[in-house]
C-alpha cells in the first residue's frame, strides 16, 4: 500500500488557507518540508506566509497519512488556529499610562 503523504499536505494547506481568510488574513503562500524521518514528532514542516509575517508548524506522520481521521482533524485544526492567531496583527499595548 503506497502512503501519499502530499495529499494530506494539500488538505491541510486548503484549510489553512480557509481558517486565515475567515479571520482576515491573506496567505501568499504555503510551503510544505515533508521529511524523511517519520517517527518524530516533527517530521513535517508547513511555512504560512503572509506579506508581513511567516510562521511554521510542524506535524506528526500521521496527521498527514490521516489527514480525514477525526481525532487527527481536531488536532491539525487546532495547531492551524493557533499558527493563524500568531499572523494576525496585533497592536501593542502600552507598557505604562499616565494619570
Do not use: N
Amino acid at each position: 500500500m503506497r502512503i501519499d503523504r502530499q495529499v494530506g499536505a494539500d488538505a491541510i494547506s486548503a484549510r489553512a488557507i480557509a481558517i486565515a481568510l475567515a479571520q482576515g488574513v491573506q496567505i501568499s503562500e504555503t510551503t510544505w518540508d515533508i521529511g524523511t524521518d517519520l517517527t518524530h514528532e516533527h517530521a513535517h514542516r508547513l511555512e504560512l506566509v503572509t506579506l508581513a509575517k511567516t510562521v511554521r508548524v510542524y506535524f506528526p506522520d500521521p496527521e498527514l497519512c490521516t489527514s480525514g481521521h477525526p481525532m487527527r482533524s481536531k488536532r491539525t485544526e487546532e495547531r492551524l488556529q493557533r499558527a493563524i492567531a500568531q499572523l494576525l496583527p496585533h497592536v501593542p499595548q502600552p507598557t505604562y499610562a499616565y494619570r
